[in-house]
């Protein structure tokens, strides 16, 4: 038994029934197992399903079809030895560190001279110590996270499950944190024996991760696993690493030929009728993309690593903004790279006034709901719609939350363009022109 897996999951698959009772599949056969000994990585962007699988495994929800085991027993409900750290953690504001790490205790019924020995343990461990009876609003973020941490590890689970537990601290106090764990984990003082972390971090999953697994959305399930060799510590800037980081840039802007056609009504924009959903994503950041990668070095093409890293955007702020660019035809986005059209390159050189003009261009050209919004304010003798007749009609494609999405979206580039208005206390469309 010494090779069996902690975790193995089958073929699963978990759908969401919508308001007209059609299912929304949110994973499709998914198959992950965890070994003793491994980190495994599921990254992907936002809506992926990694915290659905998770919950999942976690036996905090059923899956609607296929298996999971966890230690050889099917998962039937949360399962002892099975740990979560969240990625800001809930702790109690009226009980001291201490006592905030002892609670995952009392629920276990763990007597209370153990309960003390083992927290103040963990409390130790994870660089907490002399901090046992502070309370939480005492402490920074950082050293909040690291009482979630203890929490979970006081139990001492064989599997920990972390959903995206460092994505709200600041750069620094996340690396530290991730380098401590790491310390600890490779000098085998950790109290598990396996980790499932949950990330749309891609240098985060190399600098970690056994194994990654990535995500991939509509329906999510897995498209690739890939393995990481480099050994511990790892360091970002060696040039194995960077060629790693790169190459699963590559794999997740991919086109799949494969894309399942029943995606296509929910794929973002290839397509792109109205019933597109479209991401929220500032001019603010469109605009300094294209002024990014239009000047020297880049001259109109660069590397989305390399881009990430000089604006401090992650997968999931970076990739709708290329998305977005690509979609408004200024630029294109595939293989790792940005590259901008002839028109992304002119926009970058505009001034504002000019650059809203171009703007409203493609916005009304490329973007079906923001032409549609349109042309209804034009043949409407008031020149005015109110947001009931675009959110209505767009439910018929997406939920009432993507629908919702989707239109402050396009008000938001409406309203840099002035291609058209919206008052936010009326909800009203119309063609005030909201510059003046
Ligand atoms: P991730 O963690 O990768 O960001 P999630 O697992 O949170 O993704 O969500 C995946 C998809 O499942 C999303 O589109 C989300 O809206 C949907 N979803 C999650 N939970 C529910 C639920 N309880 N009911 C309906 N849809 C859900
Ligand atoms: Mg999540």
């Known amino acids: 038994m010494e090779n069996a897996a902690l975790l193995d999951v089958r073929a699963v698959h978990k759908g969401f029934a919508k308001a007209d009772g059609a299912e929304t599949v949110v994973l499709d056969g998914v198959d992950l197992t965890l070994k003793e000994g491994e980190i495994v990585g599921l990254l992907g962007r936002s809506g992926s399903g990694k915290s659905t699988l998770l919950r999942l495994i976690a036996g905090l929800s059923e899956p609607g079809g296929g298996s999971i085991r966890y230690m050889g027993r099917p998962v039937d409900g949360p399962p002892e030895g099975l740990a979560m750290v969240f990625q800001s953690f809930a702790l109690f504001p009226w009980l001291t560190v201490l006592e905030n790490v002892e609670i995952g205790l009392e629920a276990i019924g763990v007597p209370r001279d153990e309960r003390r020995r083992r927290s103040l343990e963990a409390i130790d461990l994870i660089g907490l110590d002399g901090f046992e009876s502070a309370y939480p609003r005492e402490l920074s973020g950082g050293m909040r996270q690291r009482v979630g941490f203890a929490r979970a590890l006081v139990v001492h689970p064989n599997i920990l499950l972390m ?23 490779s000098e085998g003082q950790l109290p598990i024996k396996g980790v499932i972390l949950v990330t749309h971090n891609i ?5 970690m991760c056994d194994r990654i697994l990535i995500f991939g959305s509509n329906p999510g399930r897995i498209l690739r696993e890939i393995r990481v060799d480099l050994p511990q510590p790892r360091a970002r800037l060696d040039p194995d690493f960077r060629a790693l980081v790169e190459s699963i840039y590559v794999e997740m802007t991919a086109r799949r030929p494969t894309e399942p056609a029943s995606a296509a009504r929910t794929e973002r924009f290839p397509g792109s009728g109205i019933g597109s959903v479209l991401p929220r994503v500032s001019t603010n950041l469109l605009s300094g993309l294209m002024e990014l990668v239009d000047a020297a070095p880049y001259n109109g093409e ?6 990430a890293s000089a604006l401090h955007l992650e997968v999931d702020d970076l990739f709708p903004v290329a998305e977005t660019l690509q979609m408004l035809r200024f630029a294109e986005f595939a293989g790792g790279d940005i590259k901008l059209s002839a028109e992304g390159r002119h926009f970058a050189k505009l001034d504002t006034d000019e650059r809203k003009g171009l703007f409203a261009k493609h916005l009304l050209t490329y973007v079906p709901l923001a032409g549609h919004i349109r042309r209804v304010l034009d043949e409407r003798h008031s020149q005015t719609a109110p947001w009931s007749r675009f959110a209505d009609e767009l439910e018929d494609y997406m939920s009432s939350d993507d629908a919702a999405r989707s239109l402050r979206a396009v008000i938001s580039w409406g309203r840099y363009a002035e291609a058209f208005a919206y008052d936010d206390d009326t909800m009203v469309f119309s063609l005030d022109n909201p510059g003046e």
């Open 302 to 307: 660069a590397d989305l690593p390399v881009i």
């Open 163 to 185: 959903d995206e537990p460092f994505s709200a601290l600041d750069v620094l106090t996340a690396e530290t944190l991730r380098t401590d764990f790491l310390d600890l984990w």
């Open 203 to 207: 240098e985060e999953a190399v600098l």
